[in-house]
T-cell receptor, first 114, second 112 residues
Framework: GAVVSQHPSWVICKSGTSVKIECRSLDFQATTMFWYRQFPKQSLMLMATSNEGSKATYEQGVEKDKFLINHASLTLSTLTVTSAHPEDSSFYIC??????????FGNGTRLTVT | GQQLNQSPQSMFIQEGEDVSMNCTSSSIFNTWLWYKQDPGEGPVLLIA?????ELTSNGRLTAQFGITRKDSFLNISASIPSDVGIYFCAGPGLNTGNQFYFGTGTSLTVIP
């Protein structure tokens, strides 16, 4: 149980384009979803927290107009990296929880912006 | 965001040895979670702790929620090669609402 599916696994895009990453909870209702960013050999940095049907809460320093998060249903959240630049290249990981249960993670998306 | 410090940063051990690592926070936590991450994948939950002083095992893994609520420990007994990976602690601070923050990580290498 508690399976989180993230898609795509990897994406390469050109600078200036936008990329959408999907995160789905397959066998539970994700009342809260989290988006993290991870650079090589570093820890996971929380970008934003979203509750279904509400606006996401962004961490300090994360541009909400750059990283658009939508949590429109209890099983789906999306992260859109708008006008991507090479410095946005990173490993993006979503996680989800139902109520107060522990976080369960997707397998991440490797974004490379050329 | 919340800062969680893990030590040691990295470990190189022989197969069969026991491993200990810890995680400390500057503020009180009401939940501690331990995850393992393999390269290129998302973290996988190992153990969840919910009460100060709680000691929980999952196979060869044992984790404890520190009495001060500002630290937690993870022990791995009789390590095997597949224990290789990065171990993270995580949790929400008391005053951070629903946000979960991750520790700096401990990289474990097991030498066969």
């Amino acid at each position: 149980g508690a399976v989180v599916s993230q898609h795509p696994s990897w994406v390469i895009c050109k600078s200036g384009t936008s990329v959408k990453i999907e995160c789905r909870s397959l066998d539970f209702q994700a009342t809260t979803m989290f988006w993290y960013r991870q650079f090589p050999k570093q820890s996971l940095m929380l970008m934003a927290t979203s509750n279904e049907g509400s606006k996401a809460t962004y961490e300090q320093g994360v541009e909400k107009d750059k990283f658009l998060i939508n949590h429109a249903s209890l099983t789906l959240s999306t992260l859109t990296v708008t006008s991507a630049h090479p410095e946005d290249s990173s490993f993006y990981i979503c996680s989800a929880r139902e109520g107060v249960s522990p976080l369960h993670f997707g397998n991440g998306t490797r974004l490379t912006v050329t | 965001g919340q800062q969680l410090n893990q030590s040691p940063q990295s470990m190189f051990i022989q197969e069969g040895e026991d491993v200990s690592m810890n995680c400390t926070s500057s503020s009180i936590f009401n939940t501690w979670l331990w995850y393992k991450q393999d390269p290129g994948e998302g973290p996988v939950l190992l153990i969840a702790l919910y009460k100060a002083g709680e000691l929980t095992s999952n196979g060869r893994l044992t984790a404890q929620f520190g009495i001060t609520r500002k630290d937690s420990f993870l022990n791995i007994s009789a390590s095997i090669p597949s224990d290789v990976g990065i171990y993270f602690c995580a949790g929400p601070g008391l005053n951070t609402g629903n946000q979960f923050y991750f520790g700096t990580g401990t990289s474990l290498t097991v030498i066969p």
